[in-house]
Antibody, heavy 121, light 107 residues
Framework: QMQLQESGPGLVKPWETLSLTCTVSGGSITAYYWSWVRQSAGKGLEWLGRTFSSGTTLYNPSLKSRLTMSVDTSKKQISLKMTSLTAADTAVYYC???????????????WGQGTLVTVSA | EIVLTQSPGTLSLSPGERATLSCRASQTVSGNYLAWYQQKPGQAPRLLISGASSRATGIPDRFSGSGSGTDFTLTIHSLAPEDFAVYYCQQNGRLVTFGGGTNVEIK
């Protein structure tokens, strides 16, 4: 059974860059498209973007200028980088997988447990 | 961006009762690409329904989804104790957006 585990710093200073990693186990990282979703008290669930092992990416237009996502198949990891963090970026960050192809984003049937990121000086 | 509005915000019911949750989209959801998720405290969301009406693997048949276009419904036909949770709709027809959630609580 495929499992996902997010990791990264729990605390980030304002205006710094957040780097998160999601490690995949129990299955092939190339079999899924990978998204990052965050959940904050103020904005609920928010999709950040999606990436695939081929390098294809699709970002939420409202955050596109701040995001970089990629897949490292050798390490079986998906990464997220988000720049210029503010308090509004405080949230639980999830990686999630969908088995869709190409343009169609399928619902997320795989989820990590999430990692809390707090933005504070 | 397609905005999803869920109602009610909170539903207070007893075990065994029927729960009816609504999700309304600001634009037509293409291909009926509408999903429902269940989330319990401290856990990630769990996929219940995709394509507006198809139950995900392992989801009990007391959960059903219906609707098309801009109006969708999740029905839990007889609430089990483990069904008290927050439920979110999601559209994946044009990028991805989520509704604000409905909290199904024990009355």
């Amino acid at each position: 059974q495929m499992q996902l585990q997010e990791s990264g710093p729990g605390l980030v200073k304002p205006w710094e860059t957040l780097s998160l990693t999601c490690t995949v186990s129990g299955g092939s990282i190339t079999a899924y498209y990978w998204s990052w979703v965050r959940q904050s008290a103020g904005k609920g669930l928010e999709w950040l973007g999606r990436t695939f092992s081929s390098g294809t990416t699709l970002y939420n237009p409202s955050l596109k200028s701040r995001l970089t996502m990629s897949v490292d198949t050798s390490k079986k990891q998906i990464s997220l980088k988000m720049t210029s963090l503010t308090a509004a970026d405080t949230a639980v960050y999830y990686c999630a997988g969908d088995s869709g192809g190409g343009v169609i984003i399928y619902p997320f049937d795989l989820w990590g447990q999430g990692t809390l990121v707090t933005v504070s000086a | 961006e397609i905005v999803l509005t869920q109602s009610p915000g909170t539903l207070s019911l007893s075990p065994g009762e029927r729960a009816t949750l609504s999700c309304r989209a600001s634009q037509t959801v293409s291909g009926n690409y509408l999903a429902w998720y269940q989330q319990k405290p401290g856990q990630a969301p769990r996929l219940l329904i995709s394509g507006a009406s198809s139950r995900a693997t392992g989801i009990p048949d007391r959960f059903s989804g219906s609707g098309s276009g801009t109006d969708f419904t999740l029905t839990i036909h007889s609430l089990a104790p483990e069904d008290f949770a927050v439920y979110y709709c999601q559209q994946n027809g044009r990028l991805v957006t989520f509704g604000g959630g409905t909290n199904v609580e024990i009355k």
